[in-house]
């Protein structure tokens, strides 16, 4: 039995190195090794033009443009993911800020609080240019309002790979919020979240 569970943990490994040394570079580094999906692609220093660490509206339109001529834009499947399954994707309910409690003085992790975060991008063709910048280190500036405050460019970003591979376009996928990305001292109830 041992000698089994041996050889079953030695053919794991085999198998484990030869998938690794197989991946095509990019893919954890050039030897296959390192986070799944590989390393993010590094790209606003190529298009910040005006080198203030962030790339603004017309910044974010060039590269999105570079991104589809060299195959590098929506590069994670149909719709920016392979999830198929599931009802097909349908808006939410409607939800305005007057409709919503403030709790302006409980912490922003209180486990009593349960808070609504309007977030509000500039271009209406928000989720596709989130999938676009995908796997980059390009954040998507949005206005969030959070507690009746209102906090400009944040930066927002798809996280994840097999949460944003298996759920279709649509349909609610993680997001990183960086309230600091353009304001290094801007935080929501203390945090930059």
Known sequence: MRQQALRAVAWLLLVSATAAIAQPPGFGGPSGFGPPG???????????????????????????????????????????GFGRGGE??????????????NFATATLYDPTVLRTIFIEFENADWEKELEDFHGTDVDVPAKVT??????????????????????????????????????????????KL
Do not use: C
């Open 146 to 191: 959070v507690d009746g405050k209102t906090f400009n460019n944040v930066g927002i970003h798809f996280r994840g790979m097999s949460s944003y591979m298996m759920v279709r376009a649509g349909s609610k996928r993680s997001m990183n919020l960086a309230v600091d990305m353009a304001d290094g001292k801007q935080r929501i109830h203390g945090y």
């Open 88 to 101: 097909t994707p349908k808006p939410g309910s409607i939800v305005n800020l007057a409709d919503v409690t």
């Open 38 to 80: 590989g390393e993010q692609r590094k790209i606003v220093k190529d298009y910040d033009k005006n080198g203030d660490g962030w790339l603004n509206a017309e910044e974010r339109k060039v590269a999105r443009e570079s991104l589809k001529n060299d195959g590098g834009g929506g590069r994670r499947g149909p719709g920016g």
